[in-house]
Nanobody
């Protein structure tokens, strides 16, 4: 079992920034993708960003140029730097990890979620 613990959510005005963190209790494999999804009220959960064990990253079109994902292997932690936030970014953000070669197509583990609220 792997526990994912998220932190860094909160409330910010449009145009502001937040940084989310997700720490895994352990890695059961060195081959993985780890990243973030989000779910706004009344909407389906959607992919936001992911980073693979190689360091390569992938982003949803809606956040490209504004969000940046990074990792600290020594801390088993992935970060999501969110800049120029928009009201439409308001959602619960979930950390996820999938072992293997896929881009979080079917995550093995999920975090509990952290709320991000962007006000106008």
């Amino acid at each position: 079992q792997v526990a994912l613990v998220e932190s860094g959510g909160g409330m910010v005005q449009a145009g502001g920034s937040l940084r989310l963190s997700c720490t895994a209790s352990r890695y059961t494999s060195s081959i993985y993708a780890m990243g973030w999804f989000r779910q706004a009220p009344g909407k389906d959960r959607e992919f936001v960003a992911a980073i693979r064990w190689t360091g390569s990253s992938n982003y949803a079109d809606s956040v490209k140029g504004r969000f940046s994902i990074s990792r600290d292997n020594a801390k088993n932690t992935v970060y999501l730097q969110m800049n120029n936030l928009e009201v439409e970014d308001t959602a619960v953000y979930y950390c996820a990890i999938q072992y293997g070669y896929s881009w979080l197509v079917n995550p093995d583990y999920w975090g509990q979620g952290t709320q991000v609220t962007v006000s106008s």
